[in-house]
C-alpha cells in the first residue's frame, strides 16, 4: 500500500535561518507531487507541483522553493525565513485525474 | 479565477442528527469532486470523491450530491458522531496540467458536535 511520510511534525526556527522540509512516498511510481501551505484557519494554498524528477512548477512568488531529486522525494526550501513563512505545510501525492493522500503536515513557526 | 467556497463556516450538530455541508463551485468544468475532513494537527483525510457524470455517491454513513445546474456540492453525513468533529474542505478538480491534477479547495466548514 501507499504511504507519505513528512517530517518534521514541528519547527520553531529563527528569521533568516534556512528551511528544509522532506517528504517522500513509498508503494507508488512517478507520481505527482504536492506542497500546500495552510495559515491558521484557512484553507489550503497550493505552493509547488511536480509530474517528474527536476519538474517543478510554482504557483505563487514566495520565499520558498521546492526540489524532486527522486522520484517519490520532495523538498520544500528556503534560504532565509520570513515571519510570513510560518504555517502548517503539507505535501501531498496523487495519480492524475484522482485526489491526494496528504501527509501528516508540518507546523512551521518563525520567529 | 475558479474558486469553491462554503455557505456556513461553522455548524453544530447535535450526537446522533444528521449533518449537511454545503460548498458551493464556480467552475462549470471541474470535473471531479473530493470532500476531506482534517482534524486538528493533522492532514486532510479523504472522505468521499464524486465525478461530474454522477449525481450522488454513497459511502459508510456518508453521501456526496453534485448539483451541477446551480454548482453546488453537499456532504451529508448520518447519525453524526463525535469523532466526526473536525473541519471538512470540498475541493474540485478543475486544471489539469499535462499529467497533474490541480485540486482548489474551499476554505473548509468547522463541524461542532455536540452530546
Known amino acids: 500500500s501507499q504511504t507519505i511520510h513528512q517530517w518534521p511534525a514541528t519547527l520553531v526556527q529563527p528569521v533568516g535561518s534556512p528551511l528544509s522540509l522532506e517528504c517522500t512516498v513509498e508503494?507508488?511510481?512517478?507520481?505527482?507531487l504536492y506542497w500546500y501551505r495552510q495559515a491558521a484557519g484557512r484553507g489550503l494554498q497550493l505552493l509547488f507541483y511536480s509530474v517528474g524528477i527536476g519538474q517543478i512548477s510554482s504557483e505563487v512568488p514566495q520565499n520558498l522553493s521546492a526540489s524532486r531529486p527522486q522520484d517519490r522525494q520532495f523538498i520544500l526550501s528556503s534560504k532565509k525565513l520570513l515571519l510570513s513563512d510560518s504555517g502548517f505545510y503539507l505535501c501531498?501525492?496523487?495519480?492524475?485525474?484522482?485526489?491526494?493522500?496528504f501527509g501528516s503536515g508540518t507546523r512551521l513557526t518563525v520567529v | 479565477g475558479e474558486s469553491v467556497g462554503l455557505h456556513l463556516p461553522t455548524l453544530s450538530v447535535q450526537e446522533g442528527d444528521n449533518s449537511i455541508i454545503n460548498c458551493a463551485y464556480s467552475?462549470?468544468?471541474?470535473?471531479?469532486f473530493i470532500w476531506y475532513k482534517q482534524e486538528s494537527g493533522k492532514g486532510p483525510q479523504f472522505i468521499i470523491d464524486i465525478r461530474s457524470n454522477m449525481d450522488k455517491r454513497q459511502g459508510q454513513r456518508v453521501t456526496v450530491l453534485l448539483n451541477k445546474t446551480v454548482k453546488h456540492l453537499s456532504l451529508q453525513i448520518a447519525a453524526t458522531q463525535p469523532g466526526d468533529s473536525a473541519v471538512y474542505f470540498c475541493?474540485?478538480?478543475?486544471?489539469?496540467?499535462?499529467?497533474?491534477?490541480?485540486?482548489?479547495f474551499g476554505t473548509g466548514t468547522r463541524l461542532q458536535v455536540t452530546l
Open positions: 501531498a501525492w496523487s495519480v492524475p485525474s484522482f485526489g491526494y493522500t
Open positions: 475541493a474540485e478538480n478543475s486544471q489539469n496540467t499535462g499529467t497533474a491534477s490541480k485540486l482548489t
Open positions: 508503494g507508488t511510481s512517478n507520481p505527482n
Open positions: 467552475n462549470s468544468a471541474s470535473d471531479y
